[in-house]
């Protein structure tokens, strides 16, 4: 039996014969007879790439989403201005009951004037008034977002008029009932398409003719930032919520422009002193105001992303480990079912390290096809994301890189040892096995 056996397999290893004079096997016939192997078992080959597929996948999918995320966002702040500074009015307090950020009277209009005056490294100021209110268009009627600005307001923010145009200084002035749209806004009471500009609105039942339409912004967060309405600040503070400081034009926030992100720290030290002397404000009591730094909430933001991407990216190295126990497993399987296969190999003159070569070849090659394989799910799945959800498609090229060395380390460490079993067999032993 043992001889037909010899003779069977003799062809078919007729390549080891070499060994015995050479004492090398060519890396492409290794290759060849480890894929040949493993195509002959493919449910347990796939089965086995499973948990690699998944890790690898995982890894890049994640990375890519939340440098996605990030950009998105960064994108959207950077759009606002990283170098402006935003002041907000203090919480009131009722009773107990301690209120939101920006209830109080605390900033005026004539606050803003200062800094803009006062303040040298403060190269625009915008004062602006912020209410919810319900907004009606013959039929059509929906809850948004006032804003009463001043003419500032444009540039600070970044954001202009797509069509028609902003009010004047006049307007301001003379409190004028005119309003701009945000796109939001438009599509609601307007549908798609068409001129707007002319028509007239009501808000909280004050009519306001529409002289223009922002450009569109998007969201930032839940924030739709289209959903809004922009009114000259005199008009909304008379007409729509009263002067209701002790002394000039209440605001809820202001803004301040430097001349460039560097210059961002000194506008915020010098827009902080100014106010707390206009306040009357002295050590150890609290400010009645808040500044917001917009780069500090970038930096603030990309921290965030960037250790909870981390973790995730960490939890999905776990797979990683799950799927190397996988192979493992399978190859230690793979030695045993195959024990007179090895015999056989060792007879016609394959060495130990020929028999190590071809099974730590085997776990290679699957770790390395579940890597490709992860890889190219993970990047289909990262796009998926991106254009379902709306942000920027982001791949690494060291992402991608990880995977592939994470794979291929995997398939080399889970092949160690059950290539070395195979490698020690003794072949008259294999050749009597069952």
């Known amino acids: 039996m043992t001889l037909k056996l010899f003779f069977k397999y003799n062809n078919m290893f007729k390549g080891f014969y070499k060994v015995k004079n050479t004492r090398t096997v060519p890396l492409l016939e290794i290759l060849t007879m480890a894929a040949e192997t493993l195509w002959s078992n493919k449910l347990r080959t796939g089965l086995t790439m499973l948990g690699v597929i998944i890790g690898i996948s995982s890894v890049i999918a994640i990375t890519s989403v939340g440098q996605g995320v990030q950009k998105g966002v960064e994108q959207q702040i950077q759009a606002l201005g990283t170098d402006v500074l935003q002041i907000l009015a203090g919480a009131a307090r009722s009773g107990n009951v301690r209120q939101g950020i920006g209830s109080s009277s605390t900033l005026t209009w004539e606050d803003a004037k200062a800094i803009a005056t006062q303040a040298p490294s403060a190269q625009l100021v915008s004062a602006y008034l912020q209410r919810s209110a319900q907004v009606v268009y013959a039929g059509q009627n929906t809850s948004t977002i006032i804003y009463g600005t001043d003419l500032n307001y444009p540039e600070v923010r970044n954001t202009h008029p797509q069509q028609g145009r902003f009010f004047t200084q006049e307007e301001l002035d003379t409190a004028a009932q005119f309003a701009i749209l945000g796109p939001t806004v438009q599509s609601t009471l307007f549908g798609q398409g068409g001129n707007v500009i002319g028509e007239k609105i009501r808000i909280q039942g004050e009519a306001y003719e529409v002289i223009g339409v922002m450009e569109p912004k998007g969201s930032q967060g839940p924030m739709d930032r289209d959903d809004q309405i922009f009114i000259p600040l005199t008009s909304m503070s008379k007409r729509l919520v009263g002067n209701n400081a002790l002394v000039g034009v209440s605001v809820t926030g202001i803004l301040?422009?430097?001349?460039?992100?560097?210059?961002?720290?000194?506008?915020?030290?010098?827009?902080?002193?100014?106010?707390?002397?206009?306040?009357?404000?002295?050590?150890?009591?609290?400010?009645?105001?808040?500044?917001?730094?917009?780069?500090?909430?970038?930096?603030?933001?990309?921290?965030v992303v960037g250790l909870f991407t981390v973790m995730v990216v960490a939890i999905a190295g776990i797979s990683l480990v799950v799927g190397g126990i996988g192979i493992?497993?399978?190859?230690?399987?793979?030695?045993?079912?195959?024990?007179?296969?090895?015999?056989?190999?060792?007879?016609?003159?394959?060495?130990?390290?020929?028999?190590?070569?071809?099974?730590?070849?085997?776990?290679?090659?699957?770790s390395i096809a579940g890597g490709v394989i992860g890889m190219g799910s993970g990047i289909l799945i990262a796009f998926a994301a991106a254009t379902i959800f709306k942000f920027p498609f982001v791949i690494s090229l060291w992402s991608v890189i990880v995977g592939f060395g994470l794979s291929l380390t995997v398939g080399l460490i889970a092949g160690v040892i059950p290539a070395r079993n195979a490698a020690k067999l003794d072949p008259i032993t294999a050749l009597r096995s069952d």
Do not use: C, W
């Open 256 to 303: 301040v422009k430097s001349a460039n992100q560097e210059q961002l720290e000194a506008a915020q030290f010098q827009v902080t002193n100014l106010l707390r002397l206009r306040h009357n404000i002295y050590p150890p009591q609290a400010d009645d105001f808040r500044l917001t730094n917009q780069a500090d909430i970038v930096s603030t933001f990309t921290n």
């Open 328 to 366: 493992a497993n399978i190859m230690l399987v793979s030695v045993v079912e195959r024990t007179r296969e090895i015999g056989i190999r060792k007879a016609v003159g394959a060495t130990n390290s020929a028999i190590l070569n071809q099974f730590l070849a085997e776990a290679i090659v699957i």
